[in-house]
Protein backbone atom coordinates (compact mmCIF):
# COMPACT_ATOMS: atom_id res chain seq x y z
CA UNK A 1 0.00 0.00 0.00
CA UNK A 2 2.42 2.37 1.28
CA UNK A 3 5.43 0.75 -0.95
CA UNK A 4 6.60 3.26 -4.10
CA UNK A 5 7.87 1.82 -7.36
CA UNK A 6 11.47 3.18 -7.46
CA UNK A 7 14.03 2.66 -9.65
CA UNK A 8 16.60 0.60 -8.09
CA UNK A 9 20.11 1.53 -7.62
CA UNK A 10 22.39 -1.00 -10.13
CA UNK A 11 25.04 -2.47 -7.38
CA UNK A 12 28.71 -2.54 -8.79
CA UNK A 13 30.57 -5.36 -9.31
CA UNK A 14 33.07 -5.74 -6.03
CA UNK A 15 35.07 -8.72 -6.91
CA UNK A 16 38.12 -8.90 -8.48
CA UNK A 17 38.38 -11.16 -11.50
CA UNK A 18 41.78 -9.43 -13.03
CA UNK A 19 44.88 -8.67 -11.06
CA UNK A 20 47.66 -6.49 -12.01
CA UNK A 21 50.31 -6.97 -9.26
CA UNK A 22 52.72 -4.29 -7.57
CA UNK A 23 55.48 -5.30 -10.08
CA UNK A 24 53.56 -5.71 -12.56
CA UNK A 25 54.25 -3.93 -16.13
CA UNK A 26 52.11 -3.69 -18.95
CA UNK A 27 52.67 -2.01 -22.45
CA UNK A 28 49.76 -2.22 -24.85
CA UNK A 29 46.23 -2.00 -24.18
CA UNK A 30 43.55 -3.93 -21.92
CA UNK A 31 40.27 -4.90 -22.26
CA UNK A 32 38.56 -6.37 -19.69
CA UNK A 33 35.09 -7.47 -18.07
CA UNK A 34 34.26 -7.69 -14.31
CA UNK A 35 36.73 -6.76 -11.76
CA UNK A 36 40.06 -5.18 -12.45
CA UNK A 37 42.34 -4.30 -10.10
CA UNK A 38 45.76 -2.63 -10.65
CA UNK A 39 48.51 -2.17 -8.26
CA UNK A 40 51.20 -2.31 -10.83
CA UNK A 41 51.56 -0.11 -14.32
CA UNK A 42 50.27 0.05 -17.61
CA UNK A 43 51.38 1.86 -20.65
CA UNK A 44 48.36 1.65 -23.16
CA UNK A 45 44.54 2.41 -23.29
CA UNK A 46 42.28 0.42 -20.83
CA UNK A 47 38.59 -0.37 -22.52
CA UNK A 48 35.77 -2.36 -20.27
CA UNK A 49 33.46 -4.65 -22.81
CA UNK A 50 30.40 -6.23 -21.65
CA UNK A 51 27.83 -4.83 -19.22
CA UNK A 52 27.76 -1.54 -17.10
CA UNK A 53 28.46 -3.31 -13.73
CA UNK A 54 32.63 -3.92 -14.72
CA UNK A 55 34.83 -2.22 -12.21
CA UNK A 56 38.41 -0.18 -12.68
CA UNK A 57 39.85 0.05 -9.20
CA UNK A 58 43.07 2.23 -9.19
CA UNK A 59 45.61 1.52 -5.88
CA UNK A 60 47.52 4.24 -4.58
CA UNK A 61 50.70 2.19 -6.33
CA UNK A 62 48.97 1.75 -9.82
CA UNK A 63 50.14 3.82 -12.24
CA UNK A 64 47.68 4.17 -15.87
CA UNK A 65 49.67 5.98 -19.10
CA UNK A 66 46.75 5.90 -21.33
CA UNK A 67 43.24 6.69 -21.98
CA UNK A 68 40.96 4.75 -20.15
CA UNK A 69 36.82 4.06 -21.00
CA UNK A 70 35.16 1.94 -18.03
CA UNK A 71 31.49 2.25 -16.79
CA UNK A 72 32.54 2.60 -13.12
CA UNK A 73 36.37 3.97 -11.58
CA UNK A 74 37.59 4.06 -8.64
CA UNK A 75 40.96 5.80 -8.67
CA UNK A 76 44.03 6.43 -5.71
CA UNK A 77 46.72 6.28 -7.94
CA UNK A 78 47.85 8.33 -10.76
CA UNK A 79 46.42 8.27 -14.58
CA UNK A 80 48.09 10.36 -17.57
CA UNK A 81 45.44 10.63 -19.66
CA UNK A 82 41.75 11.23 -19.94
CA UNK A 83 38.72 9.48 -17.96
CA UNK A 84 35.70 8.66 -19.38
CA UNK A 85 33.43 7.02 -16.90
CA UNK A 86 29.61 6.17 -18.28
CA UNK A 87 28.23 5.39 -14.42
CA UNK A 88 30.33 6.13 -11.52
CA UNK A 89 33.85 7.45 -10.17
CA UNK A 90 35.22 7.68 -6.93
CA UNK A 91 38.18 9.44 -6.34
CA UNK A 92 40.38 8.99 -3.31
CA UNK A 93 42.83 11.08 -1.55
CA UNK A 94 45.59 10.14 -3.57
CA UNK A 95 44.18 10.12 -6.84
CA UNK A 96 45.80 12.22 -9.68
CA UNK A 97 44.49 12.58 -13.09
CA UNK A 98 46.59 14.35 -15.66
CA UNK A 99 43.84 14.52 -18.18
CA UNK A 100 40.34 15.65 -18.30
CA UNK A 101 37.65 13.89 -16.84
CA UNK A 102 33.89 12.57 -18.45
CA UNK A 103 31.72 11.86 -15.83
CA UNK A 104 28.03 11.33 -14.99
CA UNK A 105 28.54 10.97 -11.45
CA UNK A 106 31.37 11.58 -9.61
CA UNK A 107 32.72 11.62 -5.50
CA UNK A 108 35.83 13.09 -4.67
CA UNK A 109 37.55 12.73 -1.56
CA UNK A 110 39.71 15.83 0.18
CA UNK A 111 43.62 15.27 -1.54
CA UNK A 112 42.20 14.02 -4.85
CA UNK A 113 43.14 16.37 -7.76
CA UNK A 114 42.18 16.54 -11.76
CA UNK A 115 44.98 18.67 -13.85
CA UNK A 116 42.48 18.61 -16.95
CA UNK A 117 38.89 19.54 -17.39
CA UNK A 118 35.93 18.00 -15.67
CA UNK A 119 33.39 17.40 -18.33
CA UNK A 120 29.91 15.90 -16.91
CA UNK A 121 27.25 14.17 -19.16
CA UNK A 122 24.24 16.49 -19.31
CA UNK A 123 21.73 13.84 -20.87
CA UNK A 124 20.80 9.95 -19.64
CA UNK A 125 21.21 8.28 -23.18
CA UNK A 126 24.60 10.56 -24.00
CA UNK A 127 27.02 7.37 -23.85
CA UNK A 128 30.33 8.84 -22.60
CA UNK A 129 32.15 6.04 -24.00
CA UNK A 130 32.22 6.76 -26.85
CA UNK A 131 32.83 10.03 -26.93
CA UNK A 132 36.04 11.42 -29.07
CA UNK A 133 38.49 13.62 -27.35
CA UNK A 134 37.88 17.05 -26.90
CA UNK A 135 40.57 19.30 -27.43
CA UNK A 136 40.79 22.20 -24.84
CA UNK A 137 43.48 25.16 -25.51
CA UNK A 138 44.96 25.95 -22.40
CA UNK A 139 46.78 28.80 -23.63
CA UNK A 140 44.21 30.66 -25.24
CA UNK A 141 42.87 33.76 -23.38
CA UNK A 142 39.14 34.18 -22.34
CA UNK A 143 37.46 37.20 -22.88
CA UNK A 144 34.86 38.34 -20.92
CA UNK A 145 31.87 40.06 -22.36
CA UNK A 146 30.20 42.78 -20.66
CA UNK A 147 25.90 43.19 -21.72
CA UNK A 148 25.25 46.84 -22.11
CA UNK A 149 22.67 47.99 -19.80
CA UNK A 150 19.88 50.37 -21.14
Known sequence: MFKKDKAKKKKTVNRIDTLIGRHTHIKGDV????G???DGSIEGHINATGDDSSVLTLSDNGCI???VRVPNVIINGQVNGNVYA???VELA??????GNLYYRMLEMAMGSE??????R?????EDILQVEHEVFDDDAEFQLEQKATS
Open 86 to 88: SQH
Open 121 to 125: AQKED
Open 65 to 67: DGE
Open 114 to 119: VNGHLI
Open 93 to 98: PKARIN
Open 36 to 38: LRV
Open 31 to 34: SFSG
